[in-house]
């Protein structure tokens, strides 16, 4: 095999594991062949030019020789946030921490139509959160398997995952984390169907989750949801977005649920320390998004909400909120966006092992206001900042938590 094919073939492998060539890398193995004689200073750098551009047009085509085809088809990323976070609750001191959480995930394509994914990250057995404070003398903590699953595109309109999903709002349009925390990776089945019809976008999410499983009681719980919803698009500048959610639970009702986390499973009505209501619940989202509004003061502004009603209950059984963001619409370099919620879910509108855990730990009687602004310092790296102020809607609690963010992702 010709050195330049060696090279390139090396490259491809860094390439493929980093996702981005680190010119320390490749520098080394350059260095090493000119120190061999076997390249001269002006052949290794011509050579590392061309094989770069090579390289990453081949990977981009699918068509690079000499690499299982297996191989070109698995993409390899990842994610690390560091987190310096300040919480203060009326019934306990101030608290400081230092966190981080890593997550790397690997996906390969099978075939036209399959594809397999899997995701490793920091964290506790906390359904809700990957972060990882830093303490205990430089302790090495847990990696954890974060989500695996499979995903078969049948049609253009019809798609199915099973196993640990990842993201609950890949399968679930969820404005807000009223509901749903964003870490939360369902574990069952997922039947997504999508169609286009000229300015409107039609979709039906379904769901059949476990929530667990005994070895001595066939009453498991789990849940169903059927979402129906759609996107219309008024013009390139406006669109609405809007969908029903209908959540039906199983073997719920005298039942204890938790998610791995100390604080959850308790704060909905128990009788006896079983909770004594059913969630089978509506609930309705919307988004309406507008590009260069105000004559392009700034480049985006959207307004949305999410609702819950559980009709089990005669009392404090309905959520909402509401809330508005504007600046860019994704985050890139130089781009900024800010956003304000308000949101007011009561004890028994939705089961309390859910919603987002930074609200008032993820409780439910809980009211109150949350601001986040982003920044994006360059290309995949953001900082950011999020503010609570959570308090009981029944009670005399109230918490505040600051987090600021520096995200990098590759």
Known sequence: MRMKE????????????????????????????????ILSPGEARAILIETEEEVRKDLAKGELEGLPRWVQNTKLKGDLRLRYQWEDKHDAPDRHRGRYRFRLGLETKVNEAVKVAAGLATGGNDARSTNQTMCDGFSTPDIRLDYAYAEWMATSWLTLKAGKI????KVIFRPSDLLWDSDINPEGGSLLLSKRMNNCDLFMNTGFWVLDESSSDASDPFMWVIQPGFKYKFDERTHIKMAVAG????????????????ESGKYNTLERGLLKYNYNSIAPSIEIGFRKPFGGLIPYLAVFGD??????????????????KFGAEKIKRGRWQAKYMYRHLEKDAWIDIFPDSDAYSGHTDVKGHEVTFTYGIGKNVALGIDYYYMERIKGTGRRHLLQIDWKIKF
Do not use: M, Q, R
């Open 166 to 169: 990842k993201s609950i709002k």
């Open 307 to 324: 609702y819950v009603h559980n009709p089990d209950p005669s009392e404090e059984n309905n959520g909402y909120l509401f809330g508005i």
């Open 247 to 262: 959540y039906i639970f199983d073997n719920v009702k005298g039942a204890t649920l938790t998610n791995g986390d100390d």
């Open 6 to 37: 060696i090279i390139c073939l090396v490259f491809a492998w860094l390439l493929l594991i980093s996702n981005l060539a680190y010119s320390g890398e490749i520098d080394i193995l350059v260095e090493k062949l000119v120190e061999k004689g």
